[in-house]
């Protein structure tokens, strides 16, 4: 596709349930990202992809939140046990280039969470 | 550590007013510095970028200069739209991650 994409655009959850998000980069980009967005805030950094090693997971707020892109393209934030403090917007990002600090990132529409 | 501070909003202009929106940072170095824009329902898509010192971004009659003795990228518009109104997000990369100021609201009134 042309841009990045995510699914579900809208999750609600039970407290308790675990939830999948899923991101599809734009076709090539080598590096992803995961940002977290609550209501009214600037996104914040959760963990980042080159390929599909994690090389940075240090945003990741707890245990219960892990992140995989096995084969370097789609990439899955998985939540377990959500909490109500769990409900915010999840965005994905990409770029082409590695460890470039001029380099752009592509946002996909993210997913709404709201844990119940 | 690196940080952006954006302008608390939210900002209420009538239809061709003046915007500025202003973005100080705190970085080691000499980042690039990007704004963003969140249309309504929407993601973040990029507005403008700035690599270096003295470099003015501009898109859509957007513009940014980074200006290194200031610690400065302030969006400037000289004259806004309705369909303007967004959330305005100033953005500084570092590492292998953006750090995102809160935001600035902005409403554009006919």
């Known amino acids: 596709g042309a841009g990045v994409s995510q699914s579900p655009r809208y999750k609600v959850a039970k407290r308790g349930q675990d939830v999948a998000l899923r991101c599809d980069p734009i076709s090539g980009h080598v590096s992803l990202f995961w940002y977290q967005q609550a209501l009214g805030q600037g996104p914040e950094f959760l963990t980042y992809f080159q390929n599909e090693a994690q090389l940075d997971k240090s945003g990741l707020p707890s245990d219960r939140f892990f992140a995989e892109r096995p084969e370097g393209s789609v990439s899955t934030l998985k939540i377990q046990r959500t909490q109500q403090e769990d409900s915010a917007v999840y965005l994905c990002a990409s770029s082409v280039l590695v460890g470039q600090n001029t380099d752009t990132q592509y946002f996909g529409p993210g997913t709404r969470l709201t844990v119940l | 550590g690196d940080s952006v501070t954006q302008m608390e909003g939210p900002v209420t202009l009538s239809e061709e007013a003046f915007l500025t929106i202003n973005c100080t940072y705190t970085?080691?170095?000499?980042?690039?510095l990007f704004w963003y824009v969140q249309y309504p329902g929407e993601g973040l898509q990029l507005l403008l970028k700035a690599t270096k010192a003295d470099d003015k971004g501009s898109n859509k009659g957007f513009e940014a200069t980074y200006r290194k003795e200031t610690t400065s990228f302030h969006l400037e518009k000289g004259s806004v739209q309705v369909s303007d109104s967004a959330v305005y997000f100033c953005?500084?990369?570092?590492?292998?991650?953006?750090?995102f100021g809160t935001g600035t609201s902005l409403t554009v009134i006919p």
């Open positions: 970085a080691t170095g000499y980042p690039s």
């Open positions: 953005a500084l990369p570092t590492g292998n991650q953006f750090y």
